[in-house]
């Protein structure tokens, strides 16, 4: 009878958490690694460990050579998966280690290379992701690529409601990766020729600019926002108002209005405001500092038909 592979998984992130109850349900999980500080993902590990005995380390990043060593030698894992984790892996335990490391990658390789590949799929409105599971190498996201499986799109899809697709997508793949690596799969090198790297969303990235952006454009990125950011920034008389979900409204605007000037505020058609290219844009729910609400309740602050948002 052949034995049940021993992994141990370092994560920070609750995409993480189906594949570990499956793993743990399977007998395979032998320990567990999550950063100091990141306390939403510690509380759950800390309640799987004292269920099921699996140990968990709190992991530091200036001991994280140390205690990568003392986890391999402790529980003899024969393969350590990253998901989400924040670090790169030393080279040097790399090197002592060959074939041991793998990366979950929730994002397509090598063409959605970085820290954050769920916004940048929503954002940039393509048509699927998926997990690239790959070798760890001393360089990010670069390793060969040993399993990748495909999910598809939809134009709903929320930041939050595609993390959770992933994760399941996570735990799912799980029985075939363990069959390729028990077979000393070696995997396919990346193309980088098809190689983008995209840095972790920053403040810029998060704003909208109702003079660039079309309605279309907009609306990906309140989606990409939203539940993480509480939505896409933007700014009236300068309150901070933060787009959580919007519809594009299939008409031509012909008003010689700028882009960012409001058409509509009214509970009948709701907040509507004009975006580049001619196209409109309803603000369904928004969230400020005083709460979420529907957007055409922003009356009650001041705006009216004809206010302008500002671009940010």
């Given at each position: 009878m052949?034995t049940?592979?021993?992994?141990?998984?370092l994560?920070?992130?609750?995409?993480?958490?189906?594949a570990?109850?499956?793993?743990?349900?399977?007998g395979r999980?032998?320990?567990?690694?999550?950063?100091?500080?990141?306390t939403?993902?510690?509380d759950f590990?800390?309640?799987?460990?004292?269920?099921?005995?699996i140990?968990?380390?709190?992991?530091?990043?200036?001991?994280?050579?140390?205690q990568?060593?003392?986890l391999?030698?402790?529980?003899?894992?024969?393969?350590?998966?990253?998901?989400t984790?924040?670090?790169?892996?030393?080279?040097?335990?790399?090197?002592?280690?060959q074939?041991k490391?793998?990366?979950f990658?929730?994002?397509?390789?090598?063409?959605?290379?970085?820290?954050?590949?769920v916004?940048?799929?929503?954002?940039?409105?393509?048509?699927?992701?998926?997990?690239?599971?790959?070798?760890?190498?001393?360089?990010?996201d670069?390793g060969a690529?040993i399993?990748?499986?495909?999910?598809?799109l939809?134009?709903?899809?929320?930041?939050?409601?595609?993390?959770t697709?992933?994760s399941?997508?996570?735990?799912?793949?799980?029985?075939?990766?363990?069959?390729?690596?028990?077979?000393?799969?070696k995997?396919?090198?990346?193309?980088?020729?098809?190689a983008?790297?995209?840095?972790?969303?920053?403040?810029?990235?998060?704003?909208i600019?109702?003079?660039?952006?079309d309605?279309?454009t907009?609306?990906?990125?309140s989606?990409?926002?939203n539940?993480?950011?509480k939505?896409?920034?933007t700014?009236?008389?300068?309150?901070?108002?933060?787009?959580?979900?919007?519809?594009?409204?299939?008409?031509?605007s012909h008003?010689?209005?700028?882009?960012?000037?409001?058409?509509?505020?009214?509970?009948?058609?709701?907040?509507?405001?004009?975006?580049n290219?001619?196209?409109?844009?309803?603000?369904d729910?928004?969230?400020?500092?005083?709460?979420?609400?529907?957007?055409h309740?922003?009356f009650?602050?001041?705006?009216?038909?004809?206010?302008r948002f500002?671009?940010?």
């Amino acid at each position: 009878m052949m034995t049940a592979s021993k992994i141990a998984v370092l994560c920070n992130n609750r995409m993480a958490i189906p594949a570990l109850q499956a793993l743990a349900s399977q007998g395979r999980l032998c320990a567990l690694g999550v950063p100091e500080a990141n306390t939403d993902v510690i509380d759950f590990c800390l309640m799987l460990s004292k269920q099921s005995g699996i140990p968990l380390l709190i992991i530091k990043k200036e001991k994280l050579s140390t205690q990568l060593e003392e986890l391999i030698t402790k529980t003899n894992t024969q393969f350590v998966f990253t998901m989400t984790f924040p670090w790169m892996i030393p080279a040097e335990v790399l090197h002592k280690y060959q074939g041991k490391f793998y990366n979950f990658h929730y994002g397509l390789l090598p063409e959605m290379r970085g820290a954050d590949p769920v916004f940048e799929s929503i954002r940039s409105g393509a048509k699927e992701t998926g997990i690239t599971v790959h070798a760890i190498e001393n360089k990010i996201d670069k390793g060969a690529i040993i399993l990748k499986k495909i999910l598809p799109l939809s134009i709903n899809m929320t930041h939050g409601v595609l993390c959770t697709n992933l994760s399941w997508l996570g735990a799912n793949l799980l029985s075939e990766l363990l069959i390729l690596l028990k077979n000393n799969s070696k995997g396919i090198k990346q193309d980088e020729g098809n190689a983008k790297y995209f840095t972790k969303p920053a403040a810029a990235d998060v704003c909208i600019s109702w003079q660039k952006h079309d309605a279309k454009t907009i609306e990906a990125l309140s989606r990409a926002c939203n539940p993480w950011n509480k939505g896409a920034y933007t700014q009236w008389n300068g309150w901070n108002i933060r787009v959580v979900e919007a519809t594009v409204i299939n008409e031509t605007s012909h008003q010689s209005d700028i882009p960012g000037t409001i058409l509509s505020l009214d509970e009948d058609n709701g907040l509507i405001v004009k975006c580049n290219n001619e196209t409109q844009l309803r603000l369904d729910i928004i969230y400020t500092d005083e709460g979420f609400m529907s957007g055409h309740k922003l009356f009650a602050f001041g705006m009216k038909k004809g206010s302008r948002f500002v671009n940010l």
